[in-house]
């Protein structure tokens, strides 16, 4: 998650949205008729929104975390509790079983707050999918398809007549003696045009 709100921060998403900008004139128009094409639109706009909103939807300081303090302090109890409970099992097989009940049912059991930890769990996938679920608005996941759809949205909103060549000669691709004779045209145009 936070992997992907620094990209998300670092405009990730841009490379798709200048496409997009550049052939849409910033969202307004989509093919020859220079209309705009709502669809193509909506994902423009997305995009353009992308940086903040999934940026804030993979912020973990929307998570209620343990506090540093409970960690150390959980991690301490759950490790002496583990190390004792395996020494309760150990020894000689005849005394474990008459001793191990006894042995177990007298170790400190760690508080309530370093055992349930449903509640964070469940806090943590809940944001966790707002974060990368595609289905959530504005999340990583649906900035991440609205990338993939600008590219259909760029190519069907480009202008497809633009600028035509400017008339040169013919440059063969059969023979070696076609691309010769191009680049002597070539030559011989460069040079009247620098004594001219």
């Given at each position: 998650?936070?992997?992907?709100k620094e990209n998300a921060a670092n405009n990730t998403f841009g490379d798709a949205l200048a496409a997009l900008d550049?052939?849409?004139n910033g969202g307004k128009e989509c093919g020859e008729d220079g209309s705009e094409d709502a669809d193509t639109?909506?994902?423009?706009d997305k995009?353009?929104?992308?940086?903040a909103s999934a940026g804030s939807k993979c912020?973990?300081?929307?998570i209620t975390l343990p506090t540093e303090a409970l960690l150390t302090e959980c991690k301490t109890l759950l490790t002496a509790f583990s190390t004792d409970f395996k020494k309760c099992l150990t020894g000689d097989s005849a005394t474990v079983s008459a001793t191990q009940c006894t042995c177990i049912q007298g170790l400190t059991v760690p508080k309530d707050a370093c055992l349930d930890n449903a509640a964070a769990r469940k806090d943590l996938l809940a944001q966790k999918n707002k974060c990368t679920k595609g289905d959530e608005e504005g999340s990583f996941g649906d900035c991440?398809?609205?990338e993939r759809e600008a590219a259909k949205a760029a190519n069907k909103?480009?202008?497809?007549?633009?600028c035509k060549r400017p008339n040169m000669p013919t440059m063969?691709?059969?023979?070696?003696?076609?691309?010769?004779?191009?680049?002597?045209?070539?030559s011989q145009r460069h040079l009247k045009f620098n004594l001219h």
């Open positions: 998650m936070e992997a992907k550049e052939s849409t639109k909506k994902i423009h995009l353009k929104g992308c940086g912020d973990i300081s929307n991440r398809k609205a909103c480009r202008p497809k007549t633009g063969t691709t059969g023979a070696p003696s076609g691309r010769v004779n191009f680049l002597k045209q070539l």
